[in-house]
């Protein structure tokens, strides 16, 4: 007798027990769901492209996850030095990071062949080349085993040179030291062309120009009018070479630890934004340039004839610097291909 009411009592509490596992698993499984996820964005630009980017993929996230995921922006390098700033995405202290492909190089050298000079001809061809699925697939890419996971790719704007004298004729690059991003293809075009080229942070690029460490630098004309250059360089000589593109770059670690449907969201919504902001990156190209002479500034072009022995230069320097290592040589065969293909 005792024996079959100890019998009842052991199945009735093996019943509740599993239940209370089950019940356990159920709010673990909730609670997991509910979990936020705090995205830190930084990049070292503001008001341009970039910028706007930064806060159209931060509020899709918001959106689209129901608040699991948080961001916040840090514009204009507020989280340290270019260098600084992917250290801290590469290890975690950052979530995101959003800024030319060209500074990554130190992470693989062959971030360096997208903004390969001469590779494309305006701003709506680079925006056809960013959308290529095979650009997409080999750049994103890139990074993966060292902390980065790449999911956005878009054209910032075209190059142009800001300088404290006039630059009107390929002559009056002889002997200039001109800053550049940390790109080999870079160094030999300015070095082929007769200049002094040096890699530079951007948040160190006004107070070089001021003191007269340099006497011009490589950049965006969307960064050179928000950011003030026309206080130190009011001179922009629009060669459109090379193009700026950025990229949208997350720590692995963090990216890896959200949930599968808000990895499905942040990869969405960094491909969709970077098609969205195209239009309004032509717009923001256009403002910037309208502005820059508002303010007292300068638009310089170099005669045609000029402009295209430019081109030919800096095309001809890109396939070279593409040769001496097999690595470079095979995401820029593929890049360069594609840009023939969108052209």
């Known amino acids: 007798m005792r024996c079959a009411k100890f019998e009842i009592l052991r199945r009735a509490f093996g019943v509740v027990g599993a239940c209370a596992v089950s019940l356990a698993v159920s709010l673990g499984a909730a609670g997991a769901e509910e979990k936020t996820f705090l995205m830190k964005i930084t990049l070292p630009s503001i008001n341009d492209p970039s910028h706007l980017y930064a806060k159209n993929f931060a509020a899709a996230l918001e959106r689209d996850s129901g608040g699991r995921i948080k961001t916040e922006i840090y514009p204009a390098s507020q989280l340290g030095s270019i260098p600084r700033q992917i250290e801290g995405t590469q290890f975690g202290a950052i979530q995101c990071a959003i800024m030319p492909p060209d500074f990554f190089v130190g992470v693989d050298e062959r971030f360096e062949v997208m903004p390969a000079p001469g590779l494309v001809s305006s701003m709506e061809h680079g925006q056809r080349l960013t959308a290529d699925p095979e650009v997409r697939k080999v750049i994103l890419g890139l990074g993966a085993d060292k902390g980065l996971h790449g999911v956005g790719l878009f054209m910032n704007a075209p190059s142009s040179v800001v300088s404290k004298k006039p630059i009107g004729h390929l002559a009056d690059f002889s002997g200039k030291k001109i800053r550049i991003f940390a790109s080999e293809f870079q160094i030999e075009s300015f070095k082929r062309i007769g200049a002094s080229p040096i890699a530079m942070s951007l948040g160190d690029v006004v107070p070089a120009l001021q003191q007269g460490t340099i006497d011009a630098s490589l950049g965006g004309i969307v960064v050179f009018t928000p950011m003030r250059f026309v206080d130190a360089a009011k001179y922009v000589t629009e060669t459109g070479q090379p193009a700026v593109f950025v990229v949208a770059e997350i720590n692995k670690k963090w990216y890896d630890s959200l949930p599968a449907d808000l990895q499905k969201i942040v990869d969405r919504d960094a491909e969709a934004e970077s098609k969205a902001i195209n239009p309004h990156a ?62």
């Open 282 to 343: 032509i717009e923001i190209v256009d403002k910037a340039r309208k502005g820059w002479t508002n303010s007292g500034g300068e638009l310089i072009s170099l005669p045609p004839d000029e402009q295209q022995s430019l081109l030919k230069t800096l095309r001809s320097v890109s396939q070279e610097v593409a040769k001496t290592k097999p690595k470079i040589a095979e995401a820029y065969r593929i890049v360069s291909e594609a840009a023939q293909r969108t052209q």
